[in-house]
């Protein structure tokens, strides 16, 4: 067997994974990525790419206050009696470092979205905005060949492969048909997307996630750190003290083992796909397959069985192994179903969730992993299959789209064709249709619609707060976030429940070094992104809680394994 020798090892190529390369190298370690899937990026590369970092500096450089203390206060709120205080404590006092070390030395650009709330503003400790950051757009050209080797973003959330950001640019096409400066701002965009595809086969112009891991990979590439694909550690190495060594791993060429002097760090993106651990641990999916992720393939928990192998523990006491978001699933045109996460329909006035019984059971405006919650606690009452339906009218639709069907003037025949939309011309049909409860369908939409009307909703207060506002209509008055259903023809989306990534992961302490069954460090083992488990106690306080910690453990790793203490 060929051997290798390095000082750091990584496993994995999302955000935890380069993140911890690009600070150990930066700090003149020999550093090695090891990526099981023909394309690197992982869970990142199609993510929305936000990370929730309190204390950033481009909130510091807009002038917004806020502190590691009000932060402390908020997680703590949030992880209840998960609260793990050294880590948590580790994680506000590196962070902003981490994002100072990221922009002063390498690609790593960020933007502040200013009025991207946490998800429960109004808890102690919550802020309107200013925590979550995301990456500046990047010139994928940049990265020359090693383009085609990262993981495109995922199709779902793109139009027609072009990646759209949030915030201002999302409100342009969602205003393209009724302002001409959006009609003029989206047009450019789809030239320059028309160009990019015809010259080099794929966008160019990298956002979210996507031009996260862009910028992450391109500072590997200019400090020499070697990604290598489609390249599976088949097992840890261990030495007479029981110290990890390195690993063994299969590539193109054959097996290889590589000698990690300082360590061996595992960031494989968590166990989104692998269904025994589904079935343990994902109480809406009694066999492990009852669950959709937009998830890559090959994050089938790999990271998680290398450290048992070796004696780590998994924290599966969490109240929520991960982060919960609902899922349509639309029909491809080779017949198989993809994966569409609702993150902004829920908001938009005239949009609504029910479940088989006709009635709503959740503010739809509040954070997907909360709505997921409330849609399998009102299901399993129901005794009903787990799932749940938006329902919206002809004018919200054709504004705001519902899932993966756009709004005007995208033509969306093909989605009812597919039976991925569902039409009826009443309320009544439309329930029918859906299997839900006619009678209670139509009491449900003209209790909802009375209020409505005026801006109201008694029942569930959607609207209520800043994160509910943040992905509303501003242009809607008075509540950005609530409208009647009024006009047929009316529509609805089937969804399930899905995840954005893991919580339950292997236990760390503060340096993220897997620790044993008896709590001590393994020594020469270390875990980062979704393979750690979570420091939010099973909860998802606010945009960005996995990429956060995730760069912010990956820059503490990095220099902890360099011995760097600045």
Not at 9 to 25: C, H, P
């Amino acid at each position: 067997m060929n051997e290798y020798n390095c000082d750091v090892l990584v496993v994995g190529s999302g955000a935890g994974g380069l993140a911890t390369a690009v600070t150990a190298a930066h700090h003149r370690q020999n550093v090695l990525v090891v990526e099981k899937e023909p394309v690197f990026g992982g869970t990142t590369a199609r993510s929305g790419g936000w990370m929730w970092v309190p204390g950033n500096a481009p909130a510091r450089r807009a002038g917004v206050q806020d502190s590691a203390e009000k932060a402390r206060i908020y997680l703590k709120h949030e992880a209840g009696r998960h609260f793990d205080a050294a880590r948590v404590d580790a994680f506000l006092s590196e962070a902003p470092k981490a994002v100072d070390f990221y922009e002063q030395n390498t690609s790593l650009q960020f933007d502040l979205g200013p009025t991207f709330a946490d998800y429960h503003p109004d808890a102690p400790g919550g802020m309107p905005g200013g925590r979550s950051i995301v990456a500046k757009p990047f010139d994928g050209r940049e990265l020359r060949g090693e383009i085609k080797r990262l993981r495109p973003p995922l199709q779902e959330i793109t139009f027609l492969g072009m990646m759209i950001g949030s915030g201002k640019e999302l409100l342009h096409f969602f205003n393209v048909t009724r302002s001409p400066v959006s009609a003029f701002y989206v047009a450019r965009l789809f030239l320059k997307f028309l160009r990019d595809m015809a010259f080099h086969g794929r966008p160019m112009r990298l956002m979210n996630g996507n031009a996260l891991i862009g910028r992450l990979a391109k500072s590997c590439f200019d400090l020499k750190v070697p990604i290598w694909t489609r390249s599976a550690v088949r097992k840890l190495l261990k030495d007479d003290r029981g110290r990890i060594i390195g690993a063994e791993v299969d590539t193109p060429t054959g097996a290889v083992k590589v000698l990690a002097s300082k360590g061996v760090v595992l960031a494989a993106g968590g166990f989104p796909q692998d269904p025994v651990r589904r079935k343990a641990l994902f109480p809406h999916a009694p066999s492990g397959y009852e669950h959709a992720s937009p998830a890559p393939p090959g994050n089938t928990g790999d990271g998680l069985r290398l450290a048992e192998a070796v004696g780590a523990t998994v924290d599966d006491t969490l109240p929520h192994a991960a982060a919960w978001v609902p899922i349509s699933r639309p029909v491809k045109t080779d017949g198989t179903l993809g994966t569409f996460p609702h993150f902004v329909d829920r908001s938009k006035p005239g949009v609504i969730a029910i479940t088989r019984s006709g009635r709503r059971f959740v503010n739809e405006a509040e954070s997907y992993h909360d709505f997921c919650q409330a849609m399998f606690k009102r299901c399993t009452e129901e005794g009903s299959e787990v799932c749940a339906h938006f329902i919206a009218d002809h004018r919200t639709f054709r504004k705001y789209g519902l899932g993966y069907a756009k709004p005007a003037p995208v033509p969306f025949g093909a989605q009812i064709k597919s039976g991925y939309l569902i039409k009826g011309d009443t309320i009544a049909e439309l329930a029918c249709k859906i299997g839900a409860d006619p009678v209670r369908l139509e009491k449900t939409v003209q209790m909802f619609n009375t209020y409505a009307r005026k801006g109201e909703d008694p029942e569930f207060e959607k609207g209520s707060t800043a994160y509910n506002r943040s992905l509303g209509d501003p242009e809607h008055k008075p509540n950005p976030c609530v409208a009647p259903l009024e006009r047929g023809p009316f529509y609805a989306v089937k969804l399930v429940i899905g995840d954005l990534g893991t919580f339950a992961g292997i236990r760390c302490d503060e340096k993220s070094r897997v620790l044993d069954e008896k709590g001590k460090p393994i020594e020469g083992l270390f875990a980062a992104g979704n393979d750690a488990a979570s420091i939010m106690g099973g909860n998802y306080p606010g945009g960005g809680i996995t990429l956060g910690p995730a760069i912010t453990f990956g820059y503490i790793v990095g220099k902890y394994l360099a011995g760097a203490n600045a």
